[in-house]
């Protein structure tokens, strides 16, 4: 996804050969999935110990999530561009978060 399409190329796409951008997005990929390996394991870590149920975890983490994102939007001055960003694809911005949520329970209730 990092590398954009191959057979096009542009006067700025011949300095970077297309397999660096494949390779780049493997790197990419491979970090992605030992950092999801391990907080599932932190995850299930915490359930056990503090007994705390999977749905409450989920909420808390995105509450946290929501926290950070909004403190950003407010340290970058960016908050104009997400109202901008909501008030164009608030529908598809819904729909994505409910089909992601639901995408969750489902992986909860498969591994439970």
Known sequence: MGGGDSKTSTASDTDTPAGTAQVVGLVLLFFSLCF???TGAYEDKLMSKNHVGPFDLMFNIQL???????LFLIIFNQVNVFID???DMGFLLVALG???????VF??????
């Open 107 to 112: 992986i909860f209730i498969t591994i439970r």
């Open 85 to 87: 960003m909501v008030s």
């Open 36 to 38: 999801d390996g391990g």
């Open 64 to 70: 946290g999530k929501a926290i950070l994102a909004g």
């Open 98 to 104: 409910f089909t992601g949520a639901l995408g969750q």
